[in-house]
């Protein structure tokens, strides 16, 4: 079994910073790509940012030159640093990573940019 742990989540004004973390654990042989997603009330969930099997970044256009996605191997452990926040961002951010080939996701953590 593996499970995703996120933190990092909190109320921050705009314009302000924020570092998420996402720690993978248990039976690993593999991180095929890991990433963040998330979302805000009445929506539905999207893609933030991911770094794909490839070792390749991608990102949601609304968050291109705010937010970057880190990864340390070693840790199995991946970020996402966002700064620049604005009031849009308020979500819950979810880690979701391919791990031996399954998808798992973390419990969520709670990001709130006020205005």
């Known amino acids: 079994q593996v499970q995703l742990m996120e933190s990092g989540g909190g109320l921050v004004q705009a314009g302000g910073s924020l570092r998420l973390s996402c720690v993978a654990s248990g039976r690993i042989i593999t991180i095929n790509s890991i990433g963040w997603y998330r979302q805000a009330p009445g929506k539905q969930r999207e893609l933030v940012a991911v770094?794909?099997?490839?070792?390749?970044?991608n990102y949601a256009d609304s968050v291109k030159g705010r937010f970057t996605i880190s990864r340390d191997n070693a840790k199995n452990t991946v970020y996402l640093q966002m700064d620049s926040l604005k009031p849009e961002d308020t979500a819950v951010y979810y880690c979701?990573?391919?791990?031996?080939?399954?998808?798992?996701w973390g419990q969520g953590t709670q990001v709130t940019v006020s205005s």
């Open positions: 979701k990573a391919l791990v031996n080939f399954g998808a798992y």
């Open positions: 770094i794909t099997s490839g070792g390749t970044n």
